[in-house]
């Protein structure tokens, strides 16, 4: 197993992955079947290994947010309609056209923890527009607004496993999605002094409640959309290829 590492990272790994540290690959060709040559080889391997590891994790963390930023950036909310009771009669409220206009490129890392993928997303930040309107008894009142969420961060972990027929799979363990700072600011609409009162106490209220959890739940729904992307993973680490089992001492060794 050792072997097949080492031959993989010196014959298929090139640009941005030095070993310079290391004899060159005949050397290793050249060991006998000691103890001490196979101690030797276990040893090249779980350092060249750590480094094989390494540079996965940054090439699928920034492969990850390729994929990611064209996703977000073509996010459009739901529309959603909604209601709130008041004493003399219920008011129909609800959002339309909301779209995502600018997304601020986050930071993104990849983690290996034995079989776990953990991936992080923090300082997320996007700005969207979109419409509202409401309805209560006769009257009708519209606008638009303009939302704001920075400091947005999300952490998705994905267990690595074989399938019936040995290859490994990934499993998605957990994604959550958090807000930092929230800002929707409202404009138009807004007639006479009851209809203020109304939206004021009432509608503007449930938009800045609904508004964010939109764009949450549709943030979620991308991000985990984009995780089977993490398969560019074994682009750069050997694991689908079965030269490392998931559960053997080197690979932990290497994560160690």
């Given at each position: 197993m050792a072997e097949d590492l080492l031959r993989y990272a010196y014959t298929t790994i090139k640009d941005g992955f030095e070993l310079d540290d290391f004899p060159d690959l005949e050397y290793f060709d050249h060991l006998d079947h000691s103890e001490t040559s196979k101690r030797m080889l276990e040893e090249a391997a779980k350092e060249v290994a750590k480094k094989l590891l390494g540079r996965a994790a940054t090439m699928a963390s920034?492969?990850?947010?390729?994929?990611?930023?064209?996703?977000?950036?073509?996010?459009?909310?739901?529309d959603h309609h909604g209601q709130?009771?008041?004493?003399?009669?219920?008011?129909?409220?609800?959002t339309s056209d909301a779209v995502i206009s600018r997304v601020h490129r986050p930071e993104s890392f990849v983690s290996i923890d034995e079989n776990i993928i953990s991936w992080t997303l923090t300082n997320i930040g996007l700005?969207?527009?979109?419409?509202?309107?409401?309805?209560?008894?006769?009257?009708?009142?519209?606008?638009g607004f303009d939302l704001s969420i920075g400091g947005m961060s999300g952490a998705v972990s994905i267990a690595?496993?074989?399938?019936?027929r040995g290859r490994i799979d990934m499993r998605l363990q957990k994604c959550d999605v958090t807000f930092g700072e929230t800002d929707v600011q409202f404009t138009g609409g807004v007639g006479c002094f009851c209809l203020m009162l109304v939206f004021e106490l009432v509608v503007k209220p449930e938009l800045n409640r609904i508004v964010p959890d939109?764009?949450?739940?549709?943030?979620?729904?991308?991000?985990?959309?984009?995780v089977p992307q993490l398969h560019y993973f074994e682009e750069y680490w050997p694991l689908a290829l079965g030269m490392v089992?998931?559960?053997?001492?080197?690979?932990?060794?290497?994560?160690h």
């Amino acid at each position: 197993m050792a072997e097949d590492l080492l031959r993989y990272a010196y014959t298929t790994i090139k640009d941005g992955f030095e070993l310079d540290d290391f004899p060159d690959l005949e050397y290793f060709d050249h060991l006998d079947h000691s103890e001490t040559s196979k101690r030797m080889l276990e040893e090249a391997a779980k350092e060249v290994a750590k480094k094989l590891l390494g540079r996965a994790a940054t090439m699928a963390s920034q492969r990850l947010l390729d994929e990611l930023l064209p996703r977000l950036e073509d996010l459009r909310l739901p529309d959603h309609h909604g209601q709130a009771e008041l004493l003399v009669s219920d008011v129909h409220f609800k959002t339309s056209d909301a779209v995502i206009s600018r997304v601020h490129r986050p930071e993104s890392f990849v983690s290996i923890d034995e079989n776990i993928i953990s991936w992080t997303l923090t300082n997320i930040g996007l700005s969207g527009t979109g419409n509202w309107a409401y309805d209560f008894i006769a009257a009708q009142d519209n606008g638009g607004f303009d939302l704001s969420i920075g400091g947005m961060s999300g952490a998705v972990s994905i267990a690595l496993e074989r399938d019936d027929r040995g290859r490994i799979d990934m499993r998605l363990q957990k994604c959550d999605v958090t807000f930092g700072e929230t800002d929707v600011q409202f404009t138009g609409g807004v007639g006479c002094f009851c209809l203020m009162l109304v939206f004021e106490l009432v509608v503007k209220p449930e938009l800045n409640r609904i508004v964010p959890d939109l764009l949450k739940r549709g943030v979620k729904e991308i991000v985990e959309n984009t995780v089977p992307q993490l398969h560019y993973f074994e682009e750069y680490w050997p694991l689908a290829l079965g030269m490392v089992d998931i559960t053997s001492n080197l690979l932990q060794s290497a994560i160690h």
